[in-house]
């Protein structure tokens, strides 16, 4: 009989998914570096798996679980970065889409106002004797 899960059991998967892009960033980071994220419960199993096989003699397996455990926290090292260049890129874009959407001063979201539209030049010539329709 294996024994039942250690540890908070954390759906990283559905909470990221949810995520907000403006908190995206940080959860990503908890995700990876939590003592219940990601990698480190997948190192915790390595390591465990690898004292296990040393114990019952598989030593070969051991040390392929050993230099496994030693990648995935390279590969946590990079995540890291990964994630703090996705929180960098969707605070850009943040930025970029509230300055694309700012109201400008002189026309509100309703349209120019009275004033404004007499003020503003026009944008067609005056008509003139040739463009007025003749009268039969």
Known sequence: MSPGPVGPAVDWNDRLAAA?????????HEAITD???????????????????RAHGARSSACELDALADRLTDIGEE??????????????????LAAATRVSPTVSVRGPSAVQQSEAPAHFPPPTARSLPRSR
């Open 79 to 96: 995540l890291l970065l990964v994630g703090e260049d996705a929180g960098r890129e969707l605070r850009s874009r943040t930025h970029r």
């Open 35 to 53: 003592d219940f994220g990601a990698v480190a419960r997948l190192r915790r199993m390595l390591e465990t798996a690898s004292e296990w096989c």
């Open 20 to 28: 907000r892009p403006e908190g995206f960033a940080e959860l990503f």
